[in-house]
């Protein structure tokens, strides 16, 4: 409904500003009464009088401005259209309000029916902004699709320089300036009327009208069983086929849903290029011009089929809606960037700014740095005058030194010499020491080591005779291990002997058990052939087994296939006729 009623206000505005003749944004009321009773007709809403004269009763207040007129537009019309009018019908009730006031009087290459298809188109392609405008990219889509339907290549190097021409000014053109633009010819040179009709037409027609192929084909009746020379029509959900091209008689209509298909047939009948349409009550057979013309309708049919399982819109409505959003994007990003340019500009600006004070503060320091230097070569100058006074004195004091220093050397040379000899003396007084102490700290050494061999040698001899001791209990305690350990083995052989006898004497017993079980089974299987003969031979002269008589009272056994066919009593009698068989044997 939100698309519907923007699609409905595009045309409703066009109207309003052609109202207001004074170009001052309002309308008198009388103008609007009449606009709103005619719009309630077109789009088949309900008229309601006493609102209407309420709304736009005779006072004071003058005419309506646009803001003023939506409240009544949204409650009483738009909040109430449903999609069950015809649009062509409401955009010529529109475009009549507008086109005289308007449209151009400069003799135009196209009609006025053109200019009006060129109106609605324009309002399908227009941005969803007051005043409607059409942007350099919708011009574009606009006229390669005209030039496609006309047959000729684009010049894209042609628009390119008609955009330069563009005016900067505006973000794009007005219906009427676009109505201009191709009724003036410039980019259908060389075309005539006719085709630019048929060109808008077509156009028209698929934007507007979502005609996604037309064309005429032969289609075999339901009933005769005929075949009959149609002209089809495909939209989105339904095929419409008519008796000719100008669409005033309808033959008939095919509704498309997600569960329709399409297929091809083999040529049958005297026709060829055949294919059928599969709907939910009816089966369809159509025969195309050719081949081209057959997988042409097939593959728009099947396109479209596939369009309705997913429920996404006309291909050329989803197409215009991704271009809007691709626009929005890059204007998005257009103005992100921008602001990005202006946060750089501003921050270039306060850098220039910080620039500047660190430039001022330089050259004041550069001047400082001057009035320092000047001061600091006259500081200079001062101290080399009194560094060379003070140079001379200590000259002077510097001799005087070396004289006392001469003195004081033959002095210090005498008293070093007494100083070693000291010295000397001293070394050879500590040598005799050293000589003492050492000799008395070998006699201290020799006599704790032969004390301390004494203390091992009698620990040795103890720990030796400890050890012997228990040598000999250890050597007591393993034979009498060994002699229990021989015991035991000789119980465990004679144990193992008895088990294998055991052993061997139940392999003997299943070895015979098992020769048993096999005479038994080979006695079964006889006995079962000979019952099965016999069985056979009752049933050839017969014709039955047995007969089916009530079984016994007696409580029944269970076995693993179910209730047993014998007493206990009958199965005590067959185990002891069994065992004398046995014995005998």
């Not at 009623?5 to 409703?12: A, S, T």
């Not at 574009?140 to 030039?147: D, F, G, I, R, S």
């Not at 004091?397 to 010295?423: F, G, H």
């Not at 179910?562 to 046995?582: I, V």
């Amino acid at each position: 409904m939100g698309s519907l009623k923007d699609e409905l206000l595009k045309g409703i505005w066009h109207a309003f500003t052609a109202l207001d003749l004074d170009h001052s944004g309002k309308v008198s009321k009388s103008q609007l009464k009449v606009l709103s009773h005619n719009l309630c007709t077109v789009l088949k809403v309900p008229h309601d009088p006493v609102a209407l004269e309420e709304h736009f009763r005779d006072d004071d207040e003058g005419p309506v401005s646009n803001q003023g007129y939506m409240p009544y537009l949204n409650k009483f019309i738009l909040e109430k259209v449903q999609d069950n009018f015809d649009k062509i019908e409401f955009n010529r009730m529109c475009w009549t309000l507008c086109v005289k006031k308007n449209l151009t009087k400069n003799p135009l290459f196209i009609t006025e029916e053109d200019a009006f298809k060129i109106w609605v188109i324009f309002n399908f392609l227009s941005e969803d902004k007051y005043p409607l405008i059409i942007v350099p990219e919708e011009i574009e889509y606009l006229l390669k699709k005209l030039t496609e339907a006309m047959g000729v290549s684009w010049q894209q190097e042609q628009f390119e320089n008609y955009k330069i021409n563009f005016d900067d000014s505006k973000d794009g053109l007005s219906v009427w300036e676009l109505i201009e633009l191709v009724g003036n010819g410039q980019f259908s040179k060389g075309m005539d009327r006719q085709t630019v009709s048929m060109a808008i037409n077509e156009v028209f027609n698929e934007l507007i009208l979502d005609v996604l192929k037309q064309g005429y084909m032969i289609k075999k009746g339901h009933r005769r069983k005929n075949w009959t020379e149609r002209w089809f029509v495909l939209k989105p959900n339904i095929i419409s086929y008519y008796v000719s091209e100008d669409l005033k008689d309808k033959k008939g209509d095919i509704l498309l849903d997600e569960n329709c298909c399409v297929e091809s047939l083999p040529d049958k009948d005297g026709k060829k290029c055949l294919f059928l349409i599969k709907c939910f009550d009816k089966t369809f057979e159509i025969s195309a011009s050719d081949k081209k013309k057959k997988q042409e309708w097939i593959q728009a049919i099947h396109s479209t089929i596939h369009l309705l399982k997913l429920g996404s819109p006309p291909p050329h409505k989803e197409a215009r809606q991704r271009r809007k959003e691709l626009r929005k994007k890059l204007l998005a990003e257009q103005e992100e960037l921008e602001r990005q340019m202006k946060e750089l500009q501003v921050a270039n600006e306060n850098k220039q700014q910080e620039l500047e004070a660190v430039r001022k503060k330089l050259e004041e320091a550069a001047s400082r740095a001057a009035e320092e230097e000047k001061k600091r070569l006259q500081t200079q100058v001062e101290l080399q005058a009194r560094f060379s006074t003070e140079l001379e004195r200590e000259k002077l004091i510097r001799q005087q030194m070396e004289e006392q220093v001469a003195q004081k050397s033959s002095e210090l040379e005498q008293y070093l010499q007494r100083v070693r000899e000291l010295e000397d003396m001293y070394l050879k007084l500590q040598e005799a020491l050293e000589d003492e102490r050492q000799a008395r700290q070998d006699e201290e050494t020799v006599r704790k080591l032969q004390a301390r061999l004494l203390e091992e040698e009698s620990s040795k001899r103890a720990e030796l005779e400890k050890w012997h001791l228990e040598q000999q209990q250890a050597i007591q305690t393993t034979e009498a291990e060994k002699q229990e350990l021989e015991n035991q083995r000789v119980i465990k052989e004679q144990a193992l002997q008895e088990a294998l006898g055991q052993l061997q004497q139940l392999e003997l017993e299943r070895k015979q058990a098992l020769e048993q079980y096999e005479g038994v089974k080979k006695k079964l299987e006889m006995a079962t052939k000979t019952t099965k003969s016999w069985k056979d031979k009752v049933a050839h002269h017969e014709g039955l087994i047995r007969l089916i008589e009530p079984g016994s009272k007696n409580a029944h056994l269970i076995t693993n296939w179910g209730p047993a066919a014998f007493t206990q009593a009958e199965l005590e009698e067959r185990q002891k006729s069994w065992k004398e068989k046995k014995t005998t044997e």
